[in-house]
């Protein structure tokens, strides 16, 4: 699926460079790592020139169908939420994909920025916007991962960095991962499951086959080591964690008394992570890695048209298919 805006303000639209939207993104120089992880490769992938930028396409991952839409569309900058080059790499061949997609994008002078865990870190962030969508309230940090530094006046935040104090300058405010959340009442895991249905109107991916880790029938367990209840057919919920792509290595912090949470909602469940989170009383709901991480493009979009005069375009594709 693919949703476009085009702009009328030639004006505008031809004096935007790729150091403007860099820039917008990322703060002044010296502030480019502030907002992701260290093992993450997030910003520059490719740097083709510094010619006005003509046109956005907005992606989870680089495809070849993402870059023939970039191309056929006259855009020449790609915005992925996943780095296209994650790892260092070696060589660039035409004999694998990424060597492929590379060699394409520098033959069409395609720059290529990539906003990886710096969406998961922003003041509002991938989990903002879903609880948002199910129209939950404004939640407290799951995981913190830093404190923002503080920006002066003559300095440009990032674009997704939206505490401003009165004097102009962005307070020092701490971030970090996924968000923590009390539902409005005790609910069951079907109705948790049918409250994250309701995302599905923002976005043609298909709500991805959720899977959770509470039993279909009693569980002999009479008590945790932890002091929690066993899961079972039963069991209500109340506190509420989501770290929408794959965040479920990070369950166990879900014990931690500080959040004291019940359930957690990601994606990309894994077998032995499933069932250890089971074991200790704590619900997984996989809503999946594409349901969760990409209605967020549509929001980036928005925040983009606010400040660029662009044309920009999301294309969704569906990695993994569904039953
Ligand atoms: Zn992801």
Known sequence: MISSTSTDSDELQNCTTFDDVRHLFEGVPERLLSRQYPWDNSGLQLNCHNNPITGITLCLDITTKVLSHARNQGHNLIISHHPIIFTPLKSISNTTTLGKILIDAIRNNINILSYHTNLDLADYSLA??????VGLPTGTIYEHAGVSPLYTKGETPPLTTTHTNTKGTVAGTPYGLGRVVDLPTDMTIQEIQKLFETMSSDTTTPKH???HNVPQCRNDEN????????????????????IPGAGFSSWEQCLNMDVNVDILVSGDLKHHEALDAKHAGIALLDIGHEYGEIPYLYHLQKLLATKLSLPSSVVEEQTISQR
């Open 223 to 242: 008590k945790l080591p932890n002091g929690r209840k066993p899961l079972s057919p039963n069991s209500t919920f109340r506190r509420l964690a989501v």
């Open 128 to 133: 903002d916007y879903i609880l948002d969508k």
């Open 209 to 211: 086959n959720f899977r």
